[in-house]
């Protein structure tokens, strides 16, 4: 007999650690003292996003949701400190893979998705193109007031803030570029979990 695949991780640096047991017709949860099942004939959505952390670019989130409202999320970190992580790249891809092929098994209309809901997608686009155009407005104006020669501005503090406001675009740029990318609206099957959702397998 197969012994049921058990994921773990700690979700916060001085917390307890998340242990999932993804049984024959439900996961069990235990977090501490707490104690949850999710039968997966309830399950009405498994949805799977990139989620980075301020020390981690390379964090990735799961929530499963029932059909009552009932919510569970799990991360491929583990906190150790308050500065360090524990990576479990293969573990977490084992997990949702069979934790999807559970669900969709046990209940054919279940929801999959990879990425943000639709509206956070567009709000979150709409917050970086409307930052980047005040971020790239700033450094113009900044630069302009560095050029002119009867600017009330010290050059020096013009050129400081065109350059900050200039570095702050770029950077945005690409972190929004990478998160949302990532993160577009999308269905999936179980048995085909976009790759952009998961975590690369350690070699």
Excluded at 20 to 49: Q, S
Excluded at 92 to 102: D, G, H
């Amino acid at each position: 007999m197969t012994a049921p695949l058990t994921y773990k991780h700690r979700p916060k640096p001085f917390g307890q650690e998340a242990i999932f047991v993804l049984g024959a017709d439900r996961m069990k949860v235990r977090h501490g003292r707490r104690k949850a099942e999710f039968v997966y004939r309830d399950v009405a959505m498994l949805r799977l996003t990139y989620a980075p952390t301020n020390i981690a670019s390379d964090g990735y989130r799961g929530k499963l949701i029932t059909r009552t409202g009932r919510s569970v999320g799990f991360t491929n970190l583990s906190w150790r400190s308050m500065a360090g992580m524990e990576r479990h790249h293969d573990a977490y891809r084992a997990f949702v893979a069979a934790l999807a092929e559970q669900v969709a098994h046990a209940n054919p209309d279940a929801t999959f998705s990879a990425g943000l809901a639709p509206w956070r997608f567009r709000t979150m686009c709409g917050l970086a193109g409307a930052t980047g155009a005040a971020l790239a407005g700033a450094a113009l104006f900044a630069l302009y007031q560095r050029l002119q020669p009867s600017a009330a501005w010290p050059a020096g503090l013009a050129s400081l803030l065109a350059g900050m406001a200039g570095f702050t675009l770029v950077y945005l740029v690409y972190w929004m570029r990478r998160y949302l990318g990532r993160n577009r609206p999308a269905s999936f099957q179980p048995g085909a979990i976009p790759e952009r959702v998961l975590p690369k397998a350690n070699a």
